[in-house]
């Protein structure tokens, strides 16, 4: 699977304390064995962002994705759930 970075993402990420960077990796090398695994919370979201989905990555923090296609992701945005959602 290939992960594709939105310019925003990248951003965000960079921005991110480097024990935060470094969950947001592990997490991401989760997702690429088991999109479905429990500790991600893997769901669609709806309204504003209908057709995208999020992960976890700690109880507040999230990265909101879309999958492209069955080999490639594309991370759009890495943040709080307030930062993301505004709520």
Known sequence: MQ???????????KKLPLDLQVKVMIRLDLFMQD????LLDNHQLRFEWQGYRSMNITGDYRVIFKKESDDMVRLEQVGTHHELYGS
């Open 3 to 13: 992960f594709v970075f939105s310019r925003l993402y990248k951003r965000q990420f």
């Open 35 to 38: 999109e479905t695994h429990p």
